[in-house]
Each structure stands twice: as C-alpha cells, then as structure tokens.
C-alpha cells in the first residue's frame, strides 16, 4: 500500500485538470484513456488504461507515477500484452490495475507513460508541477481547469470524442467506469501501431559499479541503464517476481565487485538473452537491486551462460566474502550437510554447512568468548538453500530432489548435499543459494531403529519429551487446549505417532516431558497415554507414578514417570522437588520435579530416578533479575542453575526415603552440556553420561539455530556412574523437517495426508535417550558383598518380616513383598552375612 495525502474532500477527492505536458510533445495513437484513482475511505480497484491501435505491443511501455509534492516518481509499472481490436473501430484499450491505496491522490499528482525511455504522455491532476527525476524529468503538466468534486464512487475519468491520438480528445466529467470497452462517445481513426523504442546498445552502467566493493551499492536510488545476461530466471507471482543478470563483456577486474544482479520485472525473458534495462538501484531486503523498471529489451538471445564461480564454505570476511558473489551463478563443490530443516515444508527451505553438521556453541564450548568465537565460526559457515518459489507452504516442497518431500521420503538434517549451483542472493537477512540445477542429494544420516544397548545392563531407563502431550477432557472433546493438538483429529495423529516410538524405546521405565498437568485420573492425559501403550503392549505392560495430586505446581505442562510392573517394582513414596523443598527451585519456573525408587528385579538393584524440565531458554526471567546476559547460555541461566543445585542437594537427602545410594537425574534440562546447570550437577559428583558414552562433539537431541546439541540429559551419581553400562539417543525427531509432524495447519489437502505417518519420527521436537545400567545378580560395583548392600537387601525383606503366618520363602512371595526367585537370589548372596538371617 502506498501511504496517500492528505484528501481535499471528505468522499472522492476533487479530480482536476488532467493535461499533457505542452504542445511540443509529438501527438501519439497510444495513450492514456481512462484513470480510477479515487473513492470514499479506502480506495480500491483503482485502474489505469491505455488505448491504442490493434497490434500494438506494450512489452517495454510502463506508466510511472508522480507525487507533485516534490515532484519524485514512486512507482513505476512495467508493461505486457498486445492491444487487440474492440468493437471493430481498429482500437482497444489494456487496462493495468494498482493495489489498495495504490495510486496518490493529492493536489497535484501526475501519470507518466513511456515508450523504452521516451516519455509519451505526462498528465497531472488536482494542479500542475514540473517533473523531478524519472523518464518525466523537467517536464510540466498544465492544469487546464477541468474540475469535479464530490463525484460517486466507482467513477472514472476517461477520454470522449473522434480522432486518432491523445491530442483529439477531451477529459470530461467522471463517469461509470468502462474499463475493457470504448468509452461512450468516442471514436478513433485508423493509424498504424508505433514500433516499439529498443535502447539495445545505448550507453549502460557496468553491474559491478552499481555493486560497488561494499554492502550498500554506491548508485543506491539511481536510476541505471544495465545491459548483460540473463542468468537465472524466477519470472512468476508465486516465485520471485523476476530474474538474474550478468556482465559478460565488460566485466571489471576487481574480485571484491560483483557482477550479477538481481532484476524485477515480469517482462518475458528467457535464459541466455542479452536485455537492456532500465531501472532503479535499491537495497531491498540489504540485496542490491533493479526495481522500478521502466523498460526491458531483449537485444539478442541464444548467448552463452556466465560460468559459474567456484566459491567454498565457510565465509570469510577476506577473499571469501559472499558479497563478492551476490547475484552471480555460483558452485559449490564441497559435499555440504544439511545442518537445518526447519522451514523446509514453510518456505521450502533448508541450510547446508562445511565440515559436518553445525553444533551448538555452548554444546562444545565454555560460555562466553568461547561460546560467542562458535557462534561467530557457525555464522560464516552456513548457506541457505531457497526454492525460488516466493509462497509460503509450497505444494509440492521440492527437495529432496527429484521426488519431493513426504512422510516416506524425509530431508533429514545430517544428510548432504553434492555440487549445488545456482544464484546466490541475499534476503531476510541471509546469503541463500537460488538453484539454477536440480541438487543431488545423499542420504547419510538415514532413519533407524531404536539404539542397541549394552546386552550387559538389566535395567533400561528412557527419556523423552512428549511435545505438549494434551487430550483434551479426555472423552473426545475439550479442543483446542492450552498446547498441544487444536483438534481430536490432530491429538489423534499426535497419539498414533508417541505411543508407537515409546514402546519401540522397550524401556523399563520413562521420565516424560511436556506431559499435561491434568492429574493422574482415568482421564487425564497420563493415563491415557499408558491406557495407549498397554493396547499395544499388552494389558498391564505399563502403568504410571501417581503422587496422590491433582496436578503439580502450576504450569500448564508436567513431568512424569510411567514403568513396566513386571520389570520394576517401587518403593518408598513418590518425592516432588519445588519452591517449597529449596527456594532455589523457582516452580513458577522451572517444572516441580518428580522422584521415585524402583527395584530392578532383574538385578535386585535399587535406584531413585529424578524426572526433571527446567525452564526455557526462550522465556524471559527479567522478574528475578535472570536476562539473557549474552554469554550462549540464553535467558534464565541463573534460574536453571540454583535449580541444578537444589536438585543435587535434594537427591542427596534420600528424598523417597528408600535408603538407597543410587541416583539418576533425567529430563530435559534446557541446557547444553557445557553449561553453568550441567557443570553445577557434575560439580556435585554427577557424571554427564551422553558425554561419557557418546561425546559432546556428536550427542545431540535437538537442533536450534542451524545447530544441534543436547538438552535432555542423563546424570549419575558418583555410586551409579560405575553402575552404567551404555547410553545413547535415539535420532527420530530433531533430524526431521518439522512439516511432517501430526499438526495440520500450514499444509494443502494433500500434504496433510503425505506428509504424516502413524509412526514414531517427528513424534516430538526433542529425541529420546535412552541408558542402561546394572548386570544381574551383580549386587555391588566391585563384585563383592558390602555391608550397604547387605543393608539395602535388609531393608526390601524386611518389608515382610514380622507378619504373622509368613515366615517362608514362599509366603513373601504370596504377599507379593518378595518374589521367590528374588528371595532365593539375596539369600544365595547372604547366607554367609551376619546382617542378613532367614526369617
């Protein structure tokens, strides 16, 4: 929208004098016949037409408006069609239309139209002015003192009377519009149409002056001939609404100056031709540009391409600046990695990186300069891939080429790239490459099954953030919730996609994240998600943790631990860390904390499993004086922190009282592995276990940014670390484009069916983890009995003890206390142990 004047009248401002710019103007068979520019508040369907003979060709005609006040033009529009004959009079007429509030409607204002560079007609209203700049330059309109004033909406200027060119006719008083149609009385004589003006040759200015060896072209607001070729052409609405053009002939010898531009216009061009256009230098967008073009002539076609330029990643601010190459066909003959797809179904497009994927600073680096050194090294060695389609939700998304994206034929971040070429530009903030040649692209990273673990341990323990698990009432209805699904339809996708890759996990028991905070009752979102995995498991495989609440804390979102009963048995009573326990533990912050103590049946092993989701990078803490301070570690540090310190200390109270010394720490913690929360729980004797068993340099379970870390994490005490036999994650979602997840939204019809899967990838945003630990019938890290051993046996025997009428093996195993072969194997270990007796 073009911001307008202040108006004259309070409905259709008072329409003036139109008049040509003099009589020294050769008369014209191609003019302007009919203006709308004006109704009562919001003017729409506002229109220009031209008139002419049949035959005429407008390809290189444009009509560029003038603001009188100043006298600047401000919008220029280039013309295409032939003229064809109505109503057999040898004339007809084309009619171009602007946007809402398109044209300006002040006292005065004028209308230009020309022929290549020739201006044709220069007509003012509302008052005369002297043209400043443009094809009009120097010109003057004359008001003649034709006047109308309060004229109906929906009216329109137009020319009537006989004769052959503008200069035969008169403007009258406004009248019903006629667009597409002879205007009532008016007749034409025949004339022959004017050939078009070519400036094919005429003196133009090297692309790489207007470049400049700078980010701002030195010719920004000029108005520029350029003569080159077209390189690479994204002419179309829906694509970019224009094309490429390159210095051949000509092209200077400075390596810092580009030679290529980018050009909008929807004059029809074609790959190879050499065009001589007429526009104006901008900084749209920080990209050197043509717009406002006047006029685009095809000089010859069938010309030779510009060679690409071998250009590498990553980007130096020396001999390897990207703007050096902006607007020109490059290559890139790396194998590149997709290192991003997050707008890959949005906007149809992903971001490719040198070396291997990019990884989050604070991942592999000390918060701070060190963390701001990564971030700066990632910046300069990305490179966005585009589409050259200018829509959002594109259908189809075209990569990964040839066939597309789908849910059976993921782009997924860790493939690569091979020998990519095309245009590169600059939009939105970002050098992006506009292929010019399909991608290769090969499948490195490829989807897999769950991770094996160790066949040592006897326990395995997951976690996994859920995404905002809701369902509703829990009877079908209750959409849309605070998060999660808007509709049943959608909550429907999201379960057939969780309960699958949580059973594939096989994990004996599971922290959740992101789980809704609606209870533990037979409708809440817990129960149905185990209700879920048992029709798929088998009845009773799962069950859940019921802290005997109707919700914990307060946020909309809840932590959460479900198990298999006949893998685990609990012990102790369910323990919530909050502000309550540690006022270091913010809980209107971070997600109360839920332990419990299982025994591993399998290896008669005791563990307390704590489920945490500390607060989010993303949220402000600005309220307890917790901001961003810049450092990697992003808002809240402070918060996550105190909490990871609470937390250690928490643990270490034996908070289940269980008596029991081995403790994990699972959850997602919002913070990368060489952050203050993390080395807060190591410094506290934790052991990192993704960085002992994986590797900072290649764990991740989410990708942010164009990089990947982890933020769910697995911690071990200093008695459990030994304990560990593996650890790994399991890459289903933050590999995957984000479009093939169970949402609806953002989609055509069709992608809504293709782009979704009843199965377990992009199931989330964040990947599970999974570990293993404990061997069975090992009751003690160094292979002997202890006495803590002993006593830890001690205490789940003698739940039992002192019960009249079962003093048996057997009987312990009817109350469901101890089962027999669990009983047989302590007793084997002990029977030598004074600590330990037969009941």
């Known amino acids: 929208m073009i911001a307008k004047h202040i108006r004259s009248y309070p409905l259709l401002a008072a329409l003036s004098a139109l008049s040509f710019f003099g009589n020294a103007q050769a008369a014209t068979p191609v003019f302007i016949n009919e203006i709308h520019y004006d109704n009562a508040g919001t003017d729409s369907g506002e229109t220009i037409e031209i008139s002419g003979p049949a035959g005429t060709n407008l390809s290189g005609w444009s009509i560029v408006l003038y603001n009188g006040n100043g006298g600047a033009s401000y919008n220029t529009k280039a013309l295409s069609g032939v003229i064809t004959d109505q109503s057999g009079t040898g004339f007809g007429t084309l009619s171009f239309s602007y946007p809402t509030d398109g044209i300006q409607n002040g006292a005065p204002d004028g209308i230009a139209l020309v022929n290549g560079s020739t201006v044709v007609q220069f007509l003012t209203y509302e008052g005369s002015f002297s043209a400043v700049g443009g094809p009009a330059a120097g010109k003057v309109g004359v008001d003649i003192g034709v006047s109308e004033s ?155 391409l510009p060679a690409a330029v071998e250009v590498n990643l990553p980007f130096d601010s020396a001999g390897n600046d990207p703007e050096r190459w902006e607007g020109m066909l490059i290559q890139l003959p790396q194998t590149l990695t997709v290192t991003e797809n997050f707008n890959l179904g949005r906007f149809g497009e992903f971001l490719l990186s040198s070396g291997g994927r990019l990884l989050t600073p604070t991942q592999v680096a000390t918060p701070g300069q060190a963390a701001i050194n990564v971030t700066a090294q990632n910046l300069a060695n990305q490179l966005l891939v585009d589409d050259g389609i200018n829509v959002q939700n594109p259908d189809p998304v075209i990569y990964p080429q040839p066939t597309g994206l789908s849910a059976a034929n993921s782009l997924r971040s860790g493939d690569s790239v091979v020998g990519a070429t095309g245009v590169l530009a600059y939009d939105f903030g970002v050098y992006r490459l506009q292929p010019t040649q399909p991608l290769t692209f090969v499948a490195d990273n490829a989807r897999g099954e769950a991770p094996t673990l160790s066949t040592l341990g006897s326990l395995k323990i997951a976690s996994f953030n859920v995404l905002n698990y809701f369902n509703g009432n829990g009877l079908g209805g209750g959409f849309p ?142 309220d ?177 003890s002192g019960k009249a009428g079962f003093n048996r093996e057997a009987d312990y195993d009817k109350i469901g206390c101890v089962s027999m072969a669990d009983y047989r194997i302590w007793y084997g270990y002990f029977n030598s142990y004074a600590a330990i007796s037969k009941p």
């Open 150 to 304: 309060s004229v109906p909406v929906g009216q329109s200027l137009q020319l009537k009377g006989s004769g052959s060119s503008y200069e035969d006719f008169t403007w009258t008083a406004a009248s019903t519009n006629s667009f597409g149609a002879v205007n009532n009385g008016q007749n034409f004589g025949g004339v022959t149409p004017p050939p078009p003006v070519s400036q094919c040759g005429q003196a133009a200015t090297l692309i790489s002056a207007i470049q400049g060896s700078s980010g701002v072209s030195p010719l920004s607001g000029s108005v520029q001939h350029v003569e080159a070729i077209v390189s690479a052409d994204f002419q179309g609405s829906s694509n970019l609404n224009g094309f490429f053009v390159q210095q051949v002939s000509g092209a200077d010898a400075n390596p810092a100056t580009s030679e290529g531009l980018f050009v909008s216009s929807s004059v029809p061009v074609n790959l190879g031709d050499k065009v001589h256009i007429v526009g104006t230098v901008t900084e749209t967008f920080s990209m050197t540009r043509l717009e406002t073009v006047s006029s685009v002539d095809v000089c010859s076609s069938g010309n030779a």
């Open 481 to 622: 919730t605070a998060r999660g699904a808007n509709t049943l339809t959608e909550f429907n996708r999201q379960r057939a996609k969780i309960i699958p890759a949580i059973h594939a996990l096989n994990a004996d028991v599971i922290g959740l994240m992101e789980i809704e905070n609606d209870g533990y009752g037979s409708t809440s979102a817990i129960a149905d998600l185990v209700n879920g995995l048992n029709q798929l498991a088998g009845a009773g495989t799962y069950a859940f943790i019921n802290p005997g609440l109707s919700k914990i804390g307060t946020d909309e979102i809840a932590v959460g631990i479900i198990y298999k009963p006949a893998k685990v048995s609990t012990t102790g009573s369910v323990a919530i860390l909050d502000s309550s326990v540690n006022p270091l533990f913010i809980d209107t912050k971070n997600r109360p904390a839920i332990a419990q103590t299982f025994l591993d049946k399998a290896s008669n092993k005791l563990l307390t499993i704590a489920v945490n989701h500390l607060k989010s990078k993303g949220s402000a803490c600005d």
């Open 624 to 800: 307890v004086n917790d901001p961003d301070t810049g450092d990697g570690q992003g808002n809240c540090n402070q918060t996550r922190t105190d909490a990871a310190q609470a937390l250690a200390s928490w643990l270490a109270s034996d908070p289940t009282q269980s008596g029991v010394s081995n403790a994990l720490i699972i959850g997602d913690l919002n913070s990368y592995a060489q952050e203050d929360p993390i080395s807060a729980l190591k410094n506290a004797g934790y052991q990192n276990l993704l960085e002992t068993f994986v590797g900072n340099q290649a764990a991740y379970s989410y990708v942010f940014s164009g990089a990947a870390g982890y933020l769910d994490h697995a911690l071990a005490n200093a008695t459990l670390a030994s304990q560990v036999k593996s650890a790994a994650e399991w890459h289903i979602n933050a590999d995957e484009p984000r479009s093939l997840d169970y949402n609806t939204e953002f989609k055509s019809a069709n992608q809504v069916s293709s782009f979704y899967a009843a199965d377990a990838y992009r199931s989330s945003d964040h990947d599970p983890l999974l570990i293993k630990l404990f061997v069975p019938g090992d009751l003690d890290n160094d292979g002997d009995v202890d006495g803590s051993d002993a006593n830890l046996v001690k205490a789940q025997v003698g739940k039992c």
